[in-house]
C-alpha cells in the first residue's frame, strides 16, 4: 500500500432492523425480538482495538437510547459518532418535516450521549437518491457537515449510478455546500462495481476486494470508504422468513466477514470519516484526542454538482 487513508465505517443498527426485512418486521414489533447488536459491537471494537483502527460508527437513535452504553464505549474508544438516523426509514418514504424530524432526534440524542457535536450522517439503506436531494439541505440545516448516503450504481432499492464515485461537496442553496462521501467501487468496462462493504463485501473473494481498494489507492489516488453493520459478523444470528431476495443479501457468507474485516484491518489504513473531511476543508472539525492530528495527503476531489453525464 502507498499510505493513503481509507475510511472505515460501522452502522450500527441490529439484524431484524434492515430495510429488507421491514415488510415482516414493523417498526412496533422490534422490542419482541432478541437483540444481538450489544455483543456484535463488542466484538467489532475489540477487533479495531488490536488493529489500532479508529472507524465512523453510524448509529441509529433508537439503539442508542435503548443501548446508551454501546455509544459511550464506542466513543471512549475515540471512534466517531455519527447518525443512521432514528428508526431506520428510507428517505424517499418520508416527507420532509419527517425526515427533520426523524434525524434531529437522533442527532440530539447522539449528542445528548457524547457531550460532542455530531456532524456526519448516513441514511437507511443509501436511501439518497435523485429524487431526495431534498434531504441534503435539511442535513446542512440541521448542522451536519458530510453525508456519506450515496451509492453510485443501479439497485433495486438504493443509487445514483451517474454520481461521482469520489469525495466531491454538493452545492446547495444561497452558496452552501455539504461534503459528499460516497461508497466506493471500480469501474469495469461501463459499470460500477460495488466492492468494499456489506453484502458486497460478503459475496466477493477477498483477493478482488483488495485489488479493487488498492487500484483505488493506486491508480485513482483517492480513498475507499468500507462500511459493514455489526450483525454482519453473527453467522449464528436468527433466521427471519423474509422474501428470497432479502434472505440471501442478509445471510449470503456471513460466517465469512469477520475474517475478511481483519485481512482490511491487516492491508490496509483506515481513519474515520472526519478525518477526510477535515482534509477536504483544511480545518479542525473537533475529533476525538486518539484520532486527532492523524494526517497524510489525501486526494479528495471536488465536484459541485457531483454527477456525470
Request: aromatic share 12%; net charge neutral; glycine share 8%.
Amino acid at each position: 500500500m502507498d499510505g493513503r487513508l481509507n475510511a472505515l465505517t460501522i452502522d450500527v443498527e441490529d439484524y431484524y432492523q434492515v430495510s429488507g426485512f421491514e415488510s415482516h418486521i414493523r417498526f412496533e414489533q422490534w422490542p419482541d425480538y432478541e437483540s444481538r447488536v450489544v455483543g456484535n459491537t463488542w466484538r467489532l471494537l475489540e477487533m479495531l482495538h488490536f488493529h489500532r483502527v479508529k472507524a465512523t460508527f453510524f448509529i441509529l437513535g433508537w439503539i442508542a437510547e435503548r443501548y446508551p452504553q454501546v455509544v459511550l464505549a464506542i466513543h471512549k474508544e475515540g471512534h466517531e459518532i455519527a447518525s443512521h438516523g432514528y428508526r431506520h426509514r428510507l428517505v424517499y418514504n418520508m416527507s420532509r418535516e419527517e425526515f427533520r424530524q426523524d434525524t434531529e432526534r437522533s442527532k440530539e440524542v447522539l449528542e445528548d450521549l457524547c457531550g460532542v457535536p455530531v456532524v456526519g450522517y448516513r441514511a437507511a439503506s443509501y436511501s439518497i437518491t435523485k429524487q431526495t436531494l431534498w434531504s441534503l439541505e435539511v442535513l446542512h440545516a440541521l448542522g451536519f457537515q458530510y453525508d456519506s448516503s450515496i451509492f453510485p450504481i443501479h439497485h433495486d432499492r438504493y443509487g445514483i449510478p451517474n454520481a461521482s464515485r469520489f469525495p466531491y461537496g454538493h452545492s446547495l442553496s444561497e452558496g452552501r455546500e455539504l461534503l459528499e462521501f460516497p461508497l466506493s467501487t471500480v469501474r469495469m468496462m461501463k459499470w460500477n462495481i460495488p466492492i468494499a462493504g456489506g453484502g458486497y463485501l460478503r459475496l466477493f473473494p477477498y483477493w478482488f476486494i483488495r485489488w479493487g481498494i488498492a487500484q483505488i489507492n493506486e491508480k485513482e489516488k483517492a480513498p475507499a470508504i468500507v462500511y459493514l453493520h455489526p450483525w454482519e459478523i453473527d453467522p449464528n444470528q436468527p433466521r427471519i422468513n423474509g422474501d428470497r431476495l432479502s434472505r440471501f443479501r442478509h445471510y449470503v457468507n456471513l460466517e465469512k466477514m469477520e475474517q475478511k474485516l481483519k485481512n482490511l484491518l491487516s492491508d490496509f489504513q483506515f481513519v474515520p470519516l472526519r478525518v477526510l473531511a477535515e482534509s477536504y476543508r483544511g480545518s479542525d472539525l473537533s475529533l476525538p484526542g486518539e484520532v486527532k492530528g492523524i494526517s497524510a495527503p489525501v486526494a479528495v476531489g471536488r465536484n459541485h454538482i457531483g454527477i456525470t453525464e
